[in-house]
């Protein structure tokens, strides 16, 4: 995972295993822990634990890599928007949380 451009750029298989190759997903930011969480639009649950917006995924490449536009939250929250590897962790919830 990493942030390229003011995009965070998915790897194929964690769009294909986490996020079951849904095209939209739900994103929430929590700035004291600077911390992005990402679900499947189908994850209904996620979308009540927490208050969401959601996003289209965009095709990255052939590969199948998919694409996340975060600039906003990067100039919202003052954040670091250099291009760069993202430490991120895979809950068996199908929820990804990524560290900005």
């Known amino acids: 995972m990493k942030l390229q451009n003011g995009?965070?750029?998915?790897?194929?298989?964690?769009?294909?295993?986490?996020?079951?190759?849904e095209q939209q997903v739900n994103w929430v930011y929590y700035p004291d822990r600077q911390t992005l969480l990402i679900a499947g639009k189908s994850k209904v649950f996620f979308e009540k634990l927490h208050k969401t917006d959601w996003q289209t995924l965009k095709d990255k490449n052939v590969q199948?890599?998919?694409?996340?536009?975060?600039?906003s939250i990067l100039i919202d929250h003052d954040l670091d928007d250099t291009d760069r590897e993202l430490?991120?962790?895979?809950?068996?919830?199908?929820?990804i949380t990524i560290n900005l």
Do not use: M, Q
């Open 87 to 95: 430490t991120f962790d895979l809950k068996n919830t199908g929820i």
């Open 7 to 21: 995009h965070i750029i998915i790897p194929a298989e964690v769009a294909k295993t986490v996020l079951e190759n």
């Open 64 to 71: 199948g890599d998919k694409s996340l536009f975060v600039r």
